[in-house]
């Protein structure tokens, strides 16, 4: 369906413009930004225009560059519905799938690939990474170079000791094993899995120790790891050191990115002061 007001189509027309010098730019943030701002623009129901496709596709293939996966799958979910009347050739379930994929949906990410697969005869896969096609494999995640079993074991025994420390709420010395652990890995440390959760912990002890202005680089460094963005425990533990430092802005965007990973369960356990903190920010 076309959109019939004029005023509505020049109005698109000019933030695609403004978004365009974003791209060339490569600011991709603000490029995000612009196309959203264009996106409501367009009446109810947005997904029936025929311009909702193009604008739900680049904002998802934006936010899939900017490596922020959760806010891609929900881009994504809106794709499915764009345009209906549309000739599909499995570019919005490839879409979908990619987004389970980063999000660490394993088995729904296969199915929505073998459908893109199928309808595309492998189109859309073209000059996409090749990590998608481990599903056609079998594979249920990357293939990672494993680590050297001396050092897998020597890590290993670091970490179930700061782990016991950590029950024993000894968050000194718990935050000493677990550096020493991470100062084991290869350079470069962050394209190994295991600092994605050895920087957690170090974060997790210097959390409990209420040393927020600490914890929170080392949650950051946690994101740098192998598909760390769609790991809620970091986004929720990130999320609460930067409320506590009053960085309300950049504490409501981990802690609804850990909702949108795992629902309101994550925060179960946790100071009810978060949870209440989202709830005034955003309609749960």
Known sequence: MQI????????IE??????????????LARYAQKLEEAWELLPQPKQSYEDSFPL?????????????????????????????????DGEKEFMLGQALFENGAMEEATKYLHVAMQK??????????????HVFQGLASMVEEALPDDVYEQIEILSEAGNALADEENYDAALEKFKTALELLPAPRHEWEASTWLNASIGDMLFFKGD???????????????????????????????????????ALEHLMRAYMLEG??????????????????VEL
Request: aromatic share 12%; net charge negative.
């Open 212 to 250: 927020f202005a600490a914890a929170a680089p080392a949650f950051y460094e946690a994101l740098n790891g192998p598909d760390a963005h769609a790991i809620g425990f970091v986004q929720l533990r990130l999320g609460e050191c930067l409320y506590e430092l009053k960085d309300e802005t950049k």
């Open 4 to 11: 019939q007001d004029q005023k509505i189509i020049a109005a």
């Open 14 to 27: 000019g933030i695609w413009e403004e978004a365009e010098v974003l791209f060339d730019k490569s600011d």
């Open 56 to 88: 739900a596709g680049a904002i998802t293939a934006t936010y899939l560059e900017l490596k922020d996966f959760p806010a891609m799958l929900r881009w994504a979910k809106i794709l499915q519905e764009c345009d209906p009347e549309r000739q599909d």
């Open 264 to 281: 309101v369960e994550i925060f179960a356990e946790e100071d009810s002061r978060y949870f209440d903190f989202l709830k005034t920010k």
């Open 120 to 133: 595309s005869g492998g189109r859309v896969f073209e000059g996409a990474d090749e990590k998608y096609l």
